[in-house]
Structures are given as structure tokens and as C-alpha cells.
């Protein structure tokens, strides 16, 4: 028997082309998780092993001031209320940080004025996505939460609610 039949043969080509498909695909899958880990937070966490701790003083802070927010993205521009009025100065600087669900390089943050009609505006960007939206002062004092779909209007809220003050446990 030739040695060029031996290659022609299907089954060789299975013998062969199946171990090195299973390690291509092996190292293609270790370059995906290994690239950007989607399980990192923005929160700032300390890490004792594998157990994240999150410092909640920020959301007890939200919640006892009984914060909250309406968001109204329209063309380029988002409109943000906080509730109840007179809560939060009208001359605060705000912060809207738009985190992208899968990849963290998109994030945008966009800085809120005053706008003269009341609440805050700002430049809304005009990419079709759902973002998890962050509204708070630069130094996150407080801060309301909440996703941007495809709603016109979007509640921000706190992360911690009033019915559970011992949300530590």
C-alpha cells in the first residue's frame, strides 16, 4: 500500500482533524474568556479568595434620602429629574455613567448641567443599546440605579430598597 493513498483516506483525515479542531477550538475559547472577563463590576469590591465584598454605605446613604430619578433620553440629548424635588441643589454638578452589558471599552459617562427649565441635561449617545445606568454626584455621595432600553422614560432607583434595611445579611 502507497503512502499517498494513506492520506487520502477520510478516515486518517478524522484521526487527524478531529484532536487538532478540539484544540484549535480549545485555545480560540481560553482567548475569549481570558480577553474581557464578563464578570467583573464596576462597584469597587475587596476580594478575600473568591468572595467579592461591596461597600454599601453609598446605597444606604440613597436610600435614606429617599432618592429617586426619572430619565428621558430623546435624539441626542437625556433629560434627569431627581425626585423628590429639592432633594438634590439645583446648581450640583451630576454624573451619568452608561455601562455597556458586554464590553466595558464602550462605557460612556456623561456630565449632567443644570438645566434652566429645572433637573439636569446632557448628551445622550445614539447607540441602540441597553445600558445599565448609574446617576450620581462625582464623588458618589449617592447613587440611583436602572437599565436603558427601548423606554422612552427611565426610573432610576435606589439599589437598596426601603423595605430592606438589614440588605448586609
Known amino acids: 500500500m502507497s503512502h499517498s493513498f494513506r492520506l487520502r483516506s477520510p478516515v486518517v483525515w478524522l484521526i487527524l482533524g478531529l484532536p487538532l479542531a478540539t484544540l484549535m477550538g480549545g485555545f480560540y475559547t481560553l482567548r475569549l474568556t481570558s480577553a474581557d472577563s464578563l464578570d467583573v463590576v464596576s462597584d469597587p469590591v475587596t476580594r478575600t479568595a473568591q468572595v467579592q465584598r461591596i461597600?454599601?454605605?453609598?446605597?444606604?446613604?440613597?436610600?435614606?434620602?429617599?432618592?429617586?430619578?426619572?430619565?428621558?433620553?430623546?435624539?441626542?440629548?437625556?433629560?434627569?429629574?431627581?425626585?423628590?424635588?429639592?432633594?438634590?441643589?439645583?446648581?450640583a454638578a451630576l454624573v451619568l455613567r452608561?455601562?455597556?452589558?458586554?464590553?466595558?471599552?464602550?462605557?460612556?459617562?456623561?456630565?449632567?448641567?443644570?438645566?434652566?427649565?429645572?433637573?439636569?441635561?446632557?448628551?445622550?449617545?445614539?447607540?441602540?443599546?441597553?445600558?445599565?445606568?448609574?446617576?450620581?454626584?462625582?464623588?458618589?455621595?449617592?447613587?440611583?440605579?436602572?437599565?436603558a432600553g427601548s423606554a422612552n422614560a427611565v426610573s432610576l432607583q435606589p439599589a437598596l430598597s426601603a423595605e430592606d434595611p438589614d440588605a448586609r445579611r
Open 55 to 91: 461597600d454599601l454605605s453609598t446605597d444606604e446613604t440613597t436610600r435614606d434620602l429617599g432618592l429617586s430619578a426619572l430619565m428621558t433620553p430623546e435624539g441626542h440629548q437625556v433629560t434627569v429629574k431627581v425626585l423628590p424635588e429639592g432633594a438634590v441643589r439645583a446648581d
Open 98 to 147: 452608561l455601562e455597556h452589558p458586554i464590553d466595558a471599552q464602550q462605557d460612556v459617562r456623561i456630565r449632567l448641567q443644570p438645566a434652566p427649565e429645572g433637573g439636569w441635561v446632557g448628551v445622550w449617545p445614539q447607540q441602540a443599546v441597553a445600558w445599565r445606568v448609574q446617576l450620581s454626584p462625582p464623588h458618589l455621595e449617592w447613587r440611583l440605579l436602572g437599565r
